[in-house]
């Protein structure tokens, strides 16, 4: 009864299982008759089977919590967090997990003082430096505009130093939080991508601390107090790196009236 | 959203399975489902009331994949290694015999051209009509059904060159 010739589709759509009762019988009577193609059809479907057997079980395992849809309709439904607690979050989590090091500052001298410098630094550098799309918010060009805004938050002028001749070039800044008030952070960089953040804020009532090395593990950073100003610089390098960008930008405060 | 959650819950294994043998890394699987049910979730009222669910769904698995995919591949990290991949994310079965047969098919379908891999899976591992591949695909029944019988072709034979690169050479005794 089956006219129409047996088409390569129907052999596919018989490896499937997917023909009406009809046409498969006239394909169960075709692969009959040629032995050739029945013993392709019979390899496809055992193809069919084995691929079901190794795939099989990643449907059987949980679904993860993370794709719970009950759970992800009632996550719309509440109102998103701001994007600057998600950042203040990440901030703390860093300080978090810089345990070892907040440790070490908090025994010697509190989450005050010049190890306080040293550890916002960081932070921030542990944040920003890495980031791909967005370490700074304003960048060198606008190098006015960022004194103008430092200086307006710190209440204090506030210069950007220039660090070019030490090899570093400004990729920018932008303000950030401490537990001390607002600091002002610039990014700088070198011809190799080795990536320096300098913090700068408020610090005590005018006077001067000597520079402080800080070393943990692959990064390192220097602190220090200029006329009730905190300057911490860090860096993942020697602390021998640090030390001509530090006396550069101690000269060009000094001399900054 | 009653509804959407009775169409969708019991949809979401096969869409983890599917992305998993797409992108061969759990973890980057169960993102991606997220992203694909955090946009039914969004979508849901836009989705064309004739089409199925289900093919809705696997299109958006399948375009996020494709363009993760190429992303990987822009930033050169291509596909996993395959002897790491399969057996990492790929539970193993616990005989060995099957363990071999299992490694060869996975072999075979990362040397699948990526559009017959998708025919492959969406039909022969996901059990979606040929129409409703089509449909998550974007293209005519007439091109899924010469991609599913390419791909089967193809597949029997890298297997066969897999088993025969692995039978070791027989050493005539007299």
Redesign the interface.
Known sequence: MNERPIS??DL??F??D?LDPDRRSGVEAYLAENPQARA?VG??MA??S??????A?????P??P??D??R??AA?RRPRVPAWQAMAAALFMTVGGLGGWVARGSMQEGTSGISALAQEAKANYVVYAPDRSRPIELAATDRDEIAHWFSDRLKRPVGVPDLSEAGYHLLGGRLVATAHGPAGMLMYDDKQGTRVVMLIRSYGDGGDVPMVDHIYGSIAGCAWVQRGLGYSLVAAADPEVLHPLVREIRRREAGAT | ?QLM?LL??PL???L??YA??LLRDRSDA??L??DT??LA??RWHQRRDDGSVRSWLFAIVHNLAISRLRQRRRRGGSHLPIDDAQEAV??M?PRQEAGL??RD??RA?DALPEDQRSV??L???EGL??AETAEVLGIPTGTV?SR??RA?DR??QL?DGEAAAQRPALRRLK
């Open positions: 390569e589709n596919q759509a490896v499937d997917r392709r390899r496809l193809l069919g084995d691929l079901r057997a190794v795939f079980p990643i449907a059987a395992e679904v993860p993370q794709l849809l009950a992800l309709v719309r | 959203m959650m969708v819950t979401i294994p096969a983890r399975r998993v043998s169960d993102d489902v997220q049910l955090e979730i969004t790929l539970a079965p047969q299992h098919l996975v379908i492959l899976l039909v022969t591992v009509s040929y059904m599913l019988s089967r597949m029997i297997m």
